[in-house]
C-alpha cells in the first residue's frame, strides 16, 4: 500500500519556524493532492493547505502569508514551511496525499501518523 512518514516538528519559540515534511513510499502509481491538516487540543481537525498535482494550492483562512507548501513529484514529497508561529499553531500535523497505486484505477487519500508542533517560550 501507501506509507507516509512526516518529521520536521518539535518545540520552537513564538516566532520562530519549521519546515515539516513527508514523503510517502509504497506501490504507488499517482499522486494527486498534497496536503497538510492539523489538530489543536480541544479543537476540531482542520485543513491546513493543499497542493495539486497541477500546483495549484489552497490554504486554510490566515496562513497563505505564513505557511507556504510545496511538493517534489519526483521524491513523492510535500513540505510545509512555517513562519512566524505563534503558540496558537500549537497543534499535531498531518500529511494527507491522495494517491493511486499499481493495478488500480481509483484514487484513496492515504495519512501519515501525525508530527507534533509546540509553539512556547
Known amino acids: 500500500q501507501v506509507q507516509l512518514v512526516e518529521s520536521g516538528g518539535g518545540l520552537v519559540e513564538p516566532g520562530g519556524s519549521l519546515r515539516l515534511s513527508c514523503t510517502a513510499s509504497?506501490?504507488?502509481?499517482?499522486?494527486?493532492?498534497m496536503g497538510w491538516f492539523r489538530q489543536a487540543p480541544g479543537k476540531e481537525f482542520e485543513l491546513v493547505a493543499v497542493?495539486?498535482?497541477?500546483?495549484?494550492?489552497t490554504w486554510a483562512d490566515s496562513l497563505e502569508d505564513r505557511f507556504p507548501i510545496s511538493r517534489d513529484n519526483a521524491k513523492n514529497a510535500v513540505y510545509l514551511q512555517m513562519n512566524s508561529l505563534t503558540p496558537e499553531d500549537t497543534a499535531v500535523y498531518y500529511c494527507?496525499?491522495?494517491?493511486?497505486?499499481?493495478?488500480?484505477?481509483?484514487?484513496?487519500?492515504?495519512w501519515g501518523r501525525g508530527t507534533q508542533v509546540t509553539v512556547s517560550s
Open positions: 497542493i495539486t498535482s497541477d500546483g495549484e494550492t
Open positions: 494527507n496525499m491522495v494517491a493511486r497505486i499499481w493495478g488500480r484505477e481509483s484514487f484513496f487519500p492515504y
Open positions: 509504497g506501490s504507488i502509481s499517482r499522486i494527486s493532492d
